[in-house]
């Protein structure tokens, strides 16, 4: 089967660093992407790991550990507009369709 | 930049009824999706369509469901009958390849079964 953990609720400060963790268990991997999620919003695409390593794109940087089967997702210089619920997803072969962690909300407070 | 388009935001419907989900994906993607997404719970997925067939369902895309691409540009999901169960989010998602590839996702339907 495929599963994939996340921490339910996160609070952090405005102008703190949060890191998001997410574990999984997949019948394969092609790759590990994190989406934010607004509520009642759609899913907007944040990050991409394939590879063991650190990707920084801005604010956000994401994980990989693929023998841990561990990603975080990292959040600098938080700010209010950054309250979203934070989803990991794996794609688990090439040619299969992502699956989801049940998403971590996070509130950011002044 | 490009996005994907999903009509209605918000549909009604008495149980039993017939329902029609419309997405326009991006123009230069290849694979289309739908997902769904029960109030509190977890994005799961439905199905995924390439080259005008299915590529792969879920459980969940029993045989009330189907998927069509009627001309270039939309791709559609129906419920034959709807049940209370159905009531949920429903996102339409598109990729230039499968897989390795992000999905640009719409900003769904809100589907609500009375």
């Known amino acids: 089967g495929q599963n994939i953990d996340q921490p339910t609720e996160m609070t952090a400060t405005e102008g703190a660093i949060v890191q998001i963790n997410c574990t999984y268990q997949t019948s394969g991997f092609n790759g590990l992407f994190w989406y934010q999620q607004h509520a009642g919003e759609a899913p907007t695409f944040l990050s991409y790991?394939?590879?063991?390593g650190l990707e920084e794109k801005g604010r956000f940087s994401s994980f990989l550990s693929r023998s841990k089967g561990y990603s975080y997702l990292l959040l600098k210089e938080l700010q209010m507009k950054d309250s979203a619920s934070y989803l990991c997803?794996?794609?688990?072969?090439?040619?299969?369709?992502?699956?989801f962690g049940p998403g971590t909300r996070l509130s950011v407070l002044p | 930049e490009p996005e994907v388009t999903q009509t209605p935001s918000h549909q009604v419907t008495q149980m039993g009824q017939e329902v029609i989900l419309r997405c326009v994906p991006i123009?230069?993607?290849?694979?289309f999706y739908w997902y769904r997404q029960i109030l509190g719970q977890k994005v799961e997925f439905l199905v995924s369509?390439?080259?005008?067939?299915?590529?792969?369902k879920s459980e969940i895309f029993d045989d009330q469901f189907s998927v069509e691409r009627p001309d270039g540009s939309n791709f559609t999901l129906k419920i034959r009958s709807t049940k209370l169960e159905d009531s949920a989010m429903y996102f339409c998602?598109?990729?230039?390849?499968?897989?390795?590839?992000?999905?640009?996702f719409g900003d769904g339907t809100r589907l609500s079964i009375l």
């Open positions: 998602a598109s990729s230039v390849y499968q897989g390795n590839q992000p999905q640009h």
């Open positions: 790991n394939v590879l063991d």
């Open positions: 123009s230069n993607h290849l694979y």
């Open positions: 997803a794996v794609s688990p072969n090439y040619g299969q369709n992502f699956v």
């Open positions: 369509f390439y080259n005008n067939e299915i590529s792969e």
